[in-house]
């Protein structure tokens, strides 16, 4: 049984394929590995029935020789993607009891190609945070401890109930959503691979919306891959989404090992900051010579307004929260706390429902696109997007992608930075520009720190240049050799 954890998705099917495993089996194994690591609070609800009909249904299609490009794979799903019967609630109270009445576009397509759903994840409340401690469905704990400390490490935010499942061995991939870093930070923090595709690729409808404008889903897997794999299938053209682009997705998986020779990659030189671990600026040149090893060409690159990206997300993605959150009120979705009057009803339910990041979101946004301050705040920040996106534009007219480190550090204590907002948004200084300015960036877990938790090196492609951004991705991976298990599974995944 254990030997079925330790395959990757696309190990496993091959092995669904040649009839060494059913999907049946696999994912009992799963549902097993989720049920006995429920104390680190990665799943929200684990859906057995569910899972072993659509096993059943798998093998079904499998003996005929109709198995889809994930037929049996056994995933889960952020509580963010909208799941038709199971319940819903982005981690928030608010939504609590809510049972969507049809699935998203993203986890329809992976249901149709043939996907296996163990259940729902946890995330931070409506996707904001970096620690994944802001869900009202309690804090994950990270699957990597550090020796000799007993404290609970943050898996990263906000797909971080994704990212342990799947560096636990609890899924064998998941759904995350990105909306300044979401996927690449925890996957970085979680040692696993997170790529967030251009903006339009995934179809938003069906996903609870944070930022609008900046929400892009994408997969979180153990290698780079079963990243191509999963991406494929969730990318698709949606009438149900205005913002979903019609072009379609190369075929990632065909030039996966075609390597990168020839390639020019750019090290921009505002990617530090101070108080930047010295280890990851050890790592990120390490990045570089590995590129240059397998023939690419490595030239600095400036980013000039990088500076601006943190404040101008921080004024961007909770404007367009408050008014996307405007539609919880207690009549049309979940929670409902009755008042004196429609007003205060109004005012009950929202005060019970929302916690403390999403409220200081609501109230930041709604103040930025007030009356007097729209201009000063929301408007400026909006021409900054454009800068910063600019700069994305110049760089790739002369490299064919970026090479950055994914975050500042390796993971924090849980409780260590959830008091002071600040420095917790610090997390996103590396993650937020590609966010603004729409292209495609992936996560890949290249090192250890000193103390043994996971480093990540962040890789940036031009727009619809997810092809080239996967063939970057293995290349790094490869040269990385990294193969640690999370200390906290690795006995049982190697099944001493
Ligand atoms: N950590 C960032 C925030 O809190 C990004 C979250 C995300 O990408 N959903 O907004």
Redesign the pocket.
């Known amino acids: 049984m254990t030997d079925l954890l330790k395959m990757t998705a696309v190990e496993a099917r091959a092995a669904l394929d040649d009839k060494s495993i059913s999907a049946v089996e696999l994912t009992d194994a799963y549902l097993a590995a989720a049920d006995e690591t429920q104390a680190l609070n990665a799943y929200t609800e684990i859906t057995h029935d569910k899972a072993r009909e659509m096993a059943a249904a798998s093998d079904g299609r499998l003996a005929k020789g109709e198995g889809g490009a994930l037929e049996g794979l056994p995933i889960g799903v952020k509580d963010l993607f909208c799941t038709m019967g199971v319940e819903t609630t982005a981690c928030s109270n608010i939504l609590n009891g809510f049972k969507p009445v049809y699935e998203s576009t993203v986890t329809q397509n992976l249901w149709d190609d043939g996907a296996v759903m163990l259940g729902k994840l946890n995330c931070?409340e409506f996707?904001?945070?970096?620690a994944n401690e802001t869900s009202a469905r309690g804090a994950v704990a990270s699957p990597w401890t550090v020796d000799g400390d007993d404290q609970d490490y943050a898996p990263g935010?906000?797909?971080g109930g994704s990212a342990a499942s799947v560096a636990a061995h609890s899924s064998i991939m998941a759904t995350g959503?990105?909306?300044?870093?979401?996927?690449r930070?925890p996957a970085a923090f979680c040692g696993v691979v997170g790529i967030k595709p251009t903006y339009g690729r995934c179809s938003r409808r069906g996903i609870v919306a944070?930022?609008s404008s900046?929400?892009q889903a994408g997969p979180i897997t153990r290698d780079v891959a079963d990243g191509a794999l999963m991406l494929q299938s969730m990318a698709s053209h949606d009438l149900g989404d205005s913002t979903s682009v019609a072009d379609p997705m190369p075929n990632l998986m065909a030039g996966l090992e075609d390597g990168i020779k020839g390639m020019t990659i750019g090290i921009p030189s505002e990617y530090t900051m101070d108080g930047m671990d010295s280890q990851i600026t050890a790592l990120w040149e390490e990045g570089r010579k590995w590129l240059e090893d397998a023939g690419a060409t490595c030239v600095e690159v400036s980013l000039p307004h990088t500076q601006y990206a943190l404040p101008t997300?921080?004024i961007v993605?909770p404007a367009e929260a408050s008014s996307n959150l405007a539609r919880y009120d207690g009549v049309k979705y979940g929670q409902r706390v009755e008042g004196e009057s429609l007003d205060d009803m109004y005012a009950k339910t929202r005060a019970a429902g929302f916690g403390d990041?999403v409220t200081r979101?609501i109230l930041i946004g709604t103040y930025v696109l007030s009356a007097g301050y729209y201009d000063a705040y929301y408007l400026k920040a909006q021409k900054t997007r454009r800068l910063i996106q600019n700069d994305f534009i110049d760089a790739f007219k002369k490299v064919d992608l970026l090479l950055t480190p994914t975050t500042p550090s390796a993971a924090f204590p849980i409780g260590q930075k959830v008091t002071d907002p600040v420095t917790?948004?610090l997390?996103?200084i590396f993650?937020?520009p590609a966010?603004l300015a729409g292209v495609p960036a992936m996560s890949v877990p290249a090192g250890l720190a000193d103390n043994g938790l996971p480093l990540g090196l962040q890789l940036i492609a031009p727009s619809f240049h997810e092809d080239t951004l996967v063939k970057a991705g293995r290349v790094l991976e490869k040269a990385a050799g990294f193969t640690a298990t999370a200390s906290r599974v690795a006995s049982r995944v190697a099944g001493q």
Not at 177 to 183: E, F, L
């Open positions: 931070d996707a904001m945070g970096s935010g906000s797909s959503t990105d909306t300044g870093g979401s996927i930070q944070f930022a900046l929400d997300y921080y993605a990041e979101r917790m948004y997390n996103d993650t937020v966010s």
